[in-house]
């Protein structure tokens, strides 16, 4: 077991309760040992740096001055919601950038006994740590129900790979790693170009119109290429397309059925645990349709489908011309996660 | 007499000190009175006779007002603080030389590029200028009389680099009558305009303007071409480099070949050619990259070879009506001498990949600029039709993308200077190969040079639709926005100051220029800079854009920045000039710097043998010590420094002097010792 | 087209600029911008905003306080840093909207309030629980804001709270004085700047 100091953020306890679950039942298998702030505080998500700077910083401070206090042996603090590693990320960076922000943060800090020295602690999101810690390895040898023939959209959402302080990740706007995580699973994983776009954050709270729009673009896209079911890596991506996805069709007339869960939740699902005990049912866009697919194997084309589909690529690639080639197209395996 | 005399008694050196306004360059940030006054009484006491300001020193008067106190004030040292030396030393030592000095008397001291230009706080830069002049009165005060070495120039030139810059300062270098030898690492000469449809504002075809010019060079009795060939070594220096070159194994004999094209026809071997295709066509494993190619002989790819990958086919042996096939042929090195040096291996496209939100390489339909001119030449893999990439549905709308790795901190910061003029050209070339509507996307539109504006307004004229704003990404339609199987640029219209998504069936990228990926490997082999950027440096950016600070070896196109066709060729234009001006004067004068070992002190250890850049050190195994060899010697002091024993010493840079100039830097000799020197303002 | 005639004694116009500049907490290179519009063409919001980001910019540095101030541009910022990661001149754009929701709020100036009522409700319940609680927010803020959703909205909230996905009473930190003191203290030194 690896020790890594551990933000939950205040979404896990409560909207996304599902993710708390799968990750608690997953985490003795890939030998994650979760330690838990003290007292962590609420990191402020998208509001408090919009209302007030020093203040704003002051209370992500907190949460990295315990984090620090905590740390006994290790540095790393692991948030698996993508607004709250953010932000502790982004304040970590800022103390250390900004002389007067680091001065005034401790001289707050300091009225409630606490302290930070930026650097002091190294904050990852969940995902990357399982790409790069934890290894893909491991995570395959512990499957033991590929998800053979589910077909899965990869939703990373913003702020895990933007705007990447840490330069922790090579790209920024086309990143395959959660792909590779669910391929790993033994899961289909479609091609979804939309894997970085933004799900609206609290704009369903704000504009209708634009909130909605956004949302309603995701599933649209996910459904055009045949997923069965998206996947978040953050609360906020999650709560948005499950949460207010009936409200969205009701908004357009719509009857999209797109459910979303969370990465955890089918790592656990393909290591064979327990549905329930992974929060399974706790989505409001029923998954369960599409989890029956799980396990059952799609019937090969027969041989005339194949060998007409032969041709016809044959025939388009003579007259094609030939495309730049990528190194890192899905599929070569490279590491995508700078470390 | 020696030096340490007191001045002002007959006996010790005379100096003048001439401190330079530069306009407000120098006066700006420093007390130019305050640093003359400065030499006037506190430098008195170290033999200055004379100080003066000027404005501007460099100018006719101001160097007449040298020649006229060296002639009446008896002056036998001079000491200018003014700008580098690399701008104005010639300029200096030549009035003093008029005067009847040795030039090597006269030293001039940066008050400019390492004070005025570098410090705001004026008091503390006008005191660095009085330690830095006080620096150079120490030094000159040890300063010989020296004679500058003269070299004769061998009248063959090198070019390394056959497109356009190359070509055209190997023709003028030829047609001078002189040899040039012209080395290109491709199979053919040609360069990147060999692979364009046309060339912009005029819309010349380019194989016409260029295919002439590329027989002409490849003809020409005074050029000797070596393609498929680079440059490993070079040595020696102006008037006389010896080059070693590695003529690469074609596997052809070009004494039999007649080029027929027969051995590319039967090659089984079919691979994408990434060079002169850009990656958008295929070439055999036997292949001239084009048609017009100069020479006209194949070469075979080894690495891509049937015969050398499985040991059997040989259908080019078997097809070849001349037995020019040569599977045994070897690399072969071969050396020369010239006594200049051209520089033309130009530029590379950036690789658009790098910029993930605009899809290239992931999207099909997305295109890169050189990718666009091969698809738009009728010698290229589609004929010249401009389609998709299936090669079949000719595209109904279409996005050209200025500046695309260009103007951008992620990448290159500076402005390709090329992109614009080449994206009106590819609109124009769109609308007359197809019916489509062409967009261009645009941060600045920038035309400034004869006919390009002019240029910009045809294509107005053709109905080319120009969107101001950074095209900040490119998608597959979604099926939300109903334009299934297009793409949909998504970009600020700025000047209408809303977000648009517009849907095309194909995006061009107006890739903007970078150095060569081996830009560095090539400024070290030939001893020069390369910018942060990897662009080669020239002499001066203004002045002298051909020339670089390794006397002999020169810049042409490209290589030392972005450029478009009409300033390669006149740099190419530009160096031939300054090489036939070397050679017509049949010799140069060097700077004497020369190291000597003073043979009493060496201790024959022999360390400096080894780290002589000019293998200009040998040990005499019967006296046991070092010597070196003025001829080959081009004073860079390494031995100097290296020497444990402090047996070397270097003419013009002495121990010392250098160790005077320190001490003077620290202003040790400082204070009004002798009689008060004249202030003349 | 307003006409805007800057006085001979009028404060220059980049003394609104040089205000924008200090409010954020890392350097935000705004005076590097060149008006490219890779902001605006890659904002998720961008439709919806008054002004694309560029256009602010372009207004902070006409000295335009009150058409920026008033503008709902920052408060439509999702914080989705495509815009920060694809800046051509490195312009840390999402602290330029923070600032720029600071100084509205502190200006009273934010035209409709839907959003930074949204921020001000968020961060009550955090300076009183030390987490932030949906109920306590959501619930205000639509009754407030979007009275006419409440009928779409309520089956959403019956259906968390069925699936276990709304805790009935927000939770507390224990050191909640401590956290008190700390942010009192950097409101006093945020004042102070």
């Known amino acids: 077991m690896t020790r890594y100091l551990y933000y939950p953020g205040c979404s896990m306890d409560a909207s996304a309760r599902a993710y708390q679950e799968s990750l608690a039942a997953i985490a003795p298998v890939l030998g994650l040992d979760l330690a838990e702030l003290d007292d962590w505080n609420c990191c402020g998500a998208t509001e408090y740096f919009g209302l007030s700077r020093t203040p704003a910083y002051a209370l992500v401070g907190r949460n990295l001055a315990i984090a620090a206090d905590q740390a006994d042996g290790t540095r790393t603090l692991v948030a698996p919601c993508s607004a709250c590693f953010l932000n502790l990320a982004r304040t970590d960076h800022a103390m250390a950038e900004s002389p007067v922000l680091r001065r005034d943060v401790n001289a707050s800090l300091e009225v409630g006994g606490f302290h930070y020295d930026p650097g002091a602690i190294t904050v990852r999101h969940l995902l990357e740590v399982i790409m790069n810690e934890v290894g893909l390895a491991r995570v395959s040898g512990a499957v033991s129900r590929p998800l053979t023939g589910l077909r899965v959209a990869p939703y990373l959402g913003c702020m895990v790979p933007r705007p990447d302080y840490a330069s922790l990740w090579i790209r920024h706007e086309q990143p395959r790693d959660l792909d590779r995580l669910l391929a790993t699973l033994g899961a289909d994983v479609v091609d979804y170009p939309l894997t970085t776009e933004c799900c609206g954050g609290h704009m369903a709270q704000i504009s209708t119109e634009l909130g909605f729009g956004l949302i309603r673009r995701l599933i649209v896209a996910a459904e055009a290429r045949g997923a069965d079911l998206m996947v978040a890596v ?8 499950d949460a207010f996805q009936g409200e969205m069709n009701r908004h357009f007339r719509t009857s999209h059925h797109m459910p979303i869960l969370f990465f955890t939740q089918l790592m656990g699902l393909a290591f064979g645990q327990e549905p329930t005990r992974l929060g399974i049912g706790r989505e409001l866009v029923d998954a369960s349709r599409a989890l029956a697919r799980v396990g059952i194997e799609v019937p090969p084309p027969s041989e005339d489908e194949l060998k007409a589909a032969q041709r016809e690529e044959a025939h388009r690639r003579k007259q094609a011309l030939p495309m730049p080639h990528l190194d890192d197209a899905p599929g070569a395996e490279r590491q995508e996660v700078r470390r | 007499m020696t030096a340490d005399e007191p001045a002002g008694t007959g006996a010790g050196p005379r100096i003048g000190v001439y401190v330079c306004h530069c306009g407000s360059n120098i006066a700006g940030a420093v007390d130019v009175e305050a640093v003359r006054d400065f030499a006037a009484a506190e430098l008195a006491g170290r033999g200055v006779v004379v100080a003066r300001d000027y404005k501007f020193m460099c100018s006719s008067l101001g160097q007449e007002l040298i020649e006229q106190d060296v002639r009446e004030l008896g002056l036998d040292r001079v000491v200018v603080a003014a700008c580098s030396p690399h701008m104005h030393e010639k300029t200096f030592r030549g009035a003093v030389g008029r005067a009847g000095l040795n030039a090597y008397l006269c030293d001039l001291v940066s008050i400019r590029e390492q004070v005025s230009w570098v410090h705001t706080d004026r008091a503390a830069a006008t005191e660095k200028a009085k330690a830095i002049l006080s620096g150079g009165v120490e030094r000159i005060r040890h300063n010989v009389p020296l004679e500058p070495v003269v070299v004769p120039i061998d009248p063959a030139t090198l070019v390394v680099g056959g497109g356009i810059a190359g070509i055209t300062a190997a023709l003028e270098l030829a047609n001078a009558g002189h040899k040039v030898y012209l080395v290109e690492k491709d199979p053919s000469i040609g360069g990147h305009m060999a692979q364009f449809d046309k060339t912009f504002p005029t819309l010349d075809c380019a194989a016409c303007i260029l295919t002439p010019r590329m027989v002409e060079v490849g003809s020409h009795p005074n050029v000797e071409l070596l393609t498929w060939s680079e440059v490993v070594n070079v040595s020696g220096y102006v008037g006389d480099f010896q080059v070693t070159v590695l003529k690469k194994a074609r596997y052809v004999d070009t004494e039999l070949c007649t080029g027929c094209g027969i051995c590319q026809e039967k090659c089984p071997k079919k691979v994408v050619d990434e060079v002169f295709e850009a990656g958008l066509g295929y070439r055999k494993g036997v292949y001239t990259p084009f048609p017009q190619a100069v020479p006209k002989y194949p070469v075979i790819d080894r690495y891509n070879c049937t015969y050398y990958e499985k040991g059997t086919c040989k259908a080019c042996e078997k097809f070849c009506p001349t037995g020019a096939i040569r599977f045994d042929q070897q690399d072969e090195l071969i050396t020369f001498k010239v006594g200049n040096i051209v520089i033309s291996t130009g530029f590379s496209l950036f690789d658009a990949r790098r910029i993930e939100e605009y899809g290239y390489g992931r999207l099909p339909n997305v295109f890169s600029s050189l990718e666009f001119e091969r698809l738009s030449n009728s010698a290229g893999p589609t004929g010249g039709r401009v389609v998709l990439r299936d090669g079949v549905t000719e595209p109904r709308s279409v996005a050209i993308v200025h500046c695309v790795g260009s103007r951008d901190r992620r990448y290159n910061a500076y402005c390709s200077a090329i992109c614009c003029m080449q994206s009106l050209k590819f609109a124009h ?12 996307f645009y941060i600045d539109m920038r035309t400034p040079a004869k006919g390009y504006d002019e240029f910009y307004q045809r294509l107005m004229d053709e109905g080319t639709i120009f969107v101001r704003g950074k095209v900040a990404a490119i998608h597959e339609a979604e099926a939300a926005e109903g334009a299934a199987g297009k793409l949909v640029v998504q970009v600020e219209d700025t000047l209408a100051g809303v977000q648009r998504r517009i849907p095309v069936d194909m995006v061009i990228l107006s890739a903007g220029v970078e150095p060569r990926s081996d830009a560095r490997d090539v400024a070290r082999l030939f001893g020069i800079s390369c910018s942060a950027d990897g662009w080669l440096i020239e002499k001066h950016p203004k002045l002298d854009p051909i020339a670089t600070m390794e006397e002999g070896v020169h810049i042409a196109g490209g ?59 040998s040990y005499l195994e019967d006296r046991a010590v070092s010597e070196i060899n003025p001829a080959l010697c081009q004073g860079c002091g390494v031995c100097v420094a290296a020497c444990p024993a402090g047996a070397i010493s270097a003419s013009g840079f002495d121990t010392d002097q250098i160790l005077a100039q320190i001490e003077g830097l620290l202003l040790e000799h400082v204070g009004p010792a002798g009689p008060t020197a004249g202030v003349l303002a | 087209m307003v006409v805007e005639h800057s006085g001979a004694d009028a404060a220059p116009d980049s003394a609104f600029l040089e205000e924008v500049m200090g409010a954020t907490a890392v350097p935000s290179r705004l005076d590097h911008c060149i008006q490219c519009g890779t902001c605006g063409g890659s904002c998720p919001s961008g439709p919806e905003m008054d002004h694309t980001p560029r256009q602010l910019f372009a207004l902070i540095r006409a000295g335009r306080r009150d058409a920026v101030l008033s503008s709902n541009a920052p408060w439509m910022c999702v914080s989705c840093y495509y815009c920060v990661v694809r800046c051509p001149q490195a312009i840390q754009i999402t602290d330029v909207m923070y600032a720029l929701k600071t100084m509205a709020t502190r200006a009273h100036a934010a035209g409709d309030r839907t959003a930074s009522d949204f921020s001000r409700l968020f961060i009550w319940n955090v300076e009183h629980f030390g987490r932030s609680y949906e109920v306590g927010l959501v619930g205000p803020h639509y009754l407030r804001h979007h009275l006419g959703r409440l009928p779409g909205v309520a089956p959403m909230g019956i259906g968390l709270l069925a699936k276990g996905r709304i805790p009935l009473a927000p939770a507390r930190i224990k050191g909640l004085a401590g956290l008190h003191a700390i942010l009192a203290r950097a409101a006093e030194l945020e004042a102070a700047r």
Do not use: W
């Not at chain 2, 007359?432 to 967009?439: L, Q, S």
């Not at chain 2, 017509?584 to 400096?608: D, F, H, I, M, N």
């Open chain 1, 234 to 241: 953050c609360p906020m991506c999650q709560m948005n397309i």
């Open chain 2, 429 to 440: 070339l769109v609308k007359e190969h197809t019916a489509a509507t062409v967009y261009e």
């Open chain 2, 559 to 617: 290589v030392s920045g972005p450029k478009d066709i009409p300033a390669s060729v006149a740099q190419g234009a530009a160096a031939a000039a300054r090489v036939l001006s070397h050679i017509a004067a049949g010799q140069l004068e060097l700077e004497p710097y020369k190291a000597s070992v003073a043979a009493t002190a060496c201790s024959g250890c022999r360390l400096c043998n080894g780290l002589c850049p000019f293998s200009a050190i």
